[in-house]
């Protein structure tokens, strides 16, 4: 049995930048590791395949109708549903089962994690977003600065600089779509008016290339986001894991589900499942990294620990999805070379208090026709009909509220394997309610009785199930990420943010977890 300096469970952005941080060292990579279908392929824009493919059935609907989920089954992310997506949450309900009435988890078995998936926005947590870490920003910003210039960074030094961090290295902005330019050239011409009510509009940060690399193009507008896998423009942790392997500097075994570990006076081991034979099989390494995401994190600590009983603390940004309106864009012209991808970022920092809330619009342009089929109020060819004409004067601003432990909201391991969530959901409106009055000076119209309020689960940023603090305990993790009681054993993912600011977290999953793995990679030279 060979012997690691690191043990990494979890090939997801948290896994992935661990191992990138621990060069030089031996490390093993234990993954589930899906990867996506090898064909059909969908090769060109959106439109233009539609006009031009006699048949897209295979690709966009399936021969399941996988693409039709959320019109018979529980709503689930429009990106996880298409056929060529479904790859990035095989298996979960089976391998990673969880059971809720309360919480909608999403979990992924892919190599990438739900990484395959993401909307690729990135952002610096800032000093006030630390508020309730045991870390400072100076301890996460040159991790930041480094994965800025190694996975790609678009976006802008604009107002919103002062809540998204350092624009050093930054790739111009992607291009804007109509809908869009005109939102933000309304807000420029109104800017005192938004201002003075905390309002704040501007591009978003995005692991999406916009000038392109050596095996990396630049993002081309195909708006098939929702579609197709694998866009080498856009980020996927995938691709750093495959340079390490390519350079030897890691060992990655797929097919394997880690159960659960056991520490040694020198060393520990991991119990994994083979997914090929069903044999249990054991590694040892100085060193245990746990990156297999906050739920499933938590799942193999609890099961090493045998314990059916405790209940741990979980966290997921509160959510809201605001449609928009520009009424003088009902009938435009589709913009083909259109994205799926955020379009501008929108930050309400409340004079009146010191609530912080961050929301990322999107066009309306990249999903099936059939989603929004049952949403609407009228026949079936009416709701069709209107999907077609108002697709292009109609944005989705999803907003994202800040979250911190509530005694409610926790989730424990059952002797069965699945995990039991309960989450109580929070009140949602006044906010959006301001920022719909707001938009009208945009030339933007919404009502708060057509926005959404998805269940928890759906803000899809799992964190706090094992929290950092300065005086950890039990099932909790130090500054450094060491689990408390343990000597080998590390959390690196979203399990150790103790509280979730109104922002996308993988940026910040991957700069803490590359600190971490700094310091153990320096204290496994020590030990040498
Ligand atoms: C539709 C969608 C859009 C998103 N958009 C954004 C966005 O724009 N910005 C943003 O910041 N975040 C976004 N996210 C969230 C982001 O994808 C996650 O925060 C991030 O992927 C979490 O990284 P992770 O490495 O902690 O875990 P995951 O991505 O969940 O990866 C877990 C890894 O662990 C492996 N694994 C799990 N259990 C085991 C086991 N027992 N044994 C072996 N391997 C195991 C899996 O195979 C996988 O490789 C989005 C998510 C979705 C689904």
Known sequence: MSFFDAIVIGAGPAGVFSAYALRGKRVLL?????????????EGNLYELRKSREDLFEAMIGGKFEGLHNLVDRNISLKLKSPLMAYVVR?????????????????SLAQGGLANAWGAGVYRFTARDLEGWPVSLAELDPFYDELTRHIGVSGAADDLAPYFGSATDLLPPLRLSVFAQQLLNRYNQRKRYFNRRGILVGYPRLAVLTVGRPGRDAYAYDNLEFFR???????????TLAEMVDAGRVVYRPGCLAMRYREAATHVEVTARSLTDDSLETFQGKT???????LNSARIVLESSGDYESRLPILDNPMSCIPLF???RVGAPL???DSSLAQLNVVYDAPETSELVQATLYASTGPLRSDVLFQLPMSVSANLAFAKYVAPAMGVLMVFHPERPRPGNCMRLRADGALEVHYDTPPRGRVEGRLIRAFRRAGAFSSRRICQYPRMGNGLHYAGTIPMKQVPGRY???????????????????????VLPAKNLTFTIMANAMRVATRVR??????C
Request: charged residues 20%.
């Open 30 to 42: 234990l993954d589930v590791g899906h990867r996506p279908p090898a064909s059909p392929v969908l």
């Open 91 to 107: 298996d979960s309900e089976r391998l990673a089962p969880v059971v809720s009435d309360t919480f909608d988890a999403v979990i």
């Open 229 to 239: 896998p694998g866009n080498p423009a856009i980020y996927n942790p995938a691709f």
């Open 288 to 294: 245990l990294l746990l990156a297999a995401g906050a």
């Open 326 to 328: 520009r009424l003088s």
């Open 335 to 337: 913009d083909v070379h």
């Open 476 to 498: 909790e993790v130090d500054r450094n990420g060491l689990l408390w009681g343990a000597k080998r054993v590390y959390v690196v993912d979203g399990a150790c943010f103790p």
């Open 522 to 527: 320096s204290a496994l030279e020590c030990d």
